[in-house]
């Protein structure tokens, strides 16, 4: 991992400059690459535009790790309405939660119940709820509760990281349950011990992970969808998916708002199922140094519009 990327990472989890720089101007600018705005208003806007280029939606709200029990509810509540409005709109739209958000961090049982409210509404309103996956030390519980409320409910999928030595385990485990699973290379600051270190290694874990994935879609044991901007990828999990003779249908492509624009619009024509996660929120700053992060040539855009 490059010094760069790690220096980026470890700002992330600062509080102090967090509040800092969370009210600077340029910042502020720079971050509208990422999301076309802070309210709910604004993503259900833009995903109602991506909608009409036949490419669906995925809503979140930026925010992690709360640490009161009325806060995570007020979260739950927050993602509720988001959940309504999305049927109000007949959007093609999904939510994607951080448990820590829900109040994993809190009170577990609690967190699950948050989520299966949240399943329950997305079913009324035709939508579906993926968890994301934080930091290596939420693996296990993250699993056990997508375990739970997949038991109770099909709406619900997790997402799984491949820079993670332990996902092939974790992935043939919850086979069982014909998981929704969304395959990411992860964005988080990690040990040696637990993650691979040289992007050369996460590319080779993703691409056999990616491989199974579609294997089991082709036998109805799983539903994948692909979180990633590397096109390589992609074109190899195309070519793979059509040897499968799995249908469009069979995968789908999910790509970050303001990330591979024009890409995401093509594979779109080309029959591909493409989403494009929307972040919003006041709540930007730890996500934010996730995407410098991923691509360190962006902090030229931040300064770009410092000067
Ligand atoms: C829909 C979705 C959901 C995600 N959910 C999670 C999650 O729950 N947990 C988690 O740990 N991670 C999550 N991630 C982030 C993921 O782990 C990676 O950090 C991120 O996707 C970058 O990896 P990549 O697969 O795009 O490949 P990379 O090899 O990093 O990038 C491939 C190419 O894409 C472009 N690119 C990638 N990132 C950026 C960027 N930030 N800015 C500009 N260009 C870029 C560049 O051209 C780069 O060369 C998610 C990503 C997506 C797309």
Known sequence: ????????????????LARELRRRAFLRRAVRRFMPGEDLAAALDAAAGFARDGIGAVLTELGEQVTHAVEAAAVRDRYRDALDRIGQRALPGHISVKLTHLGLDVDRDACLAHLLALAERAAGAGSFVWIDMEESRYVDVTLELFRRARAARDNVGVCLQAYLRRTLEDLVSLLPLAPAIRLVKGAYNEPPAVA?????????????LADR??????????????GTHDLRLIAGIRERAAALRSSGDGYEVHMLYGIRAAEQRALARDGVRVRVLISYGTHWFPWYMRRLAE?????WFVVRNLL
């Open 196 to 208: 691979f270190a040289r992007k050369r290694e996460v590319d080779g874990c993703y691409v056999m």
């Open 295 to 299: 691509r360190p040539a962006n902090v």
């Open 213 to 226: 994935l579609l294997q089991e879609a082709a036998r109805g044991r799983a539903r994948p969808a692909f």
């Open 1 to 16: 991992m490059s010094l760069a990327r790690r220096l980026l990472l470890r700002a992330s989890r600062s509080v102090w």
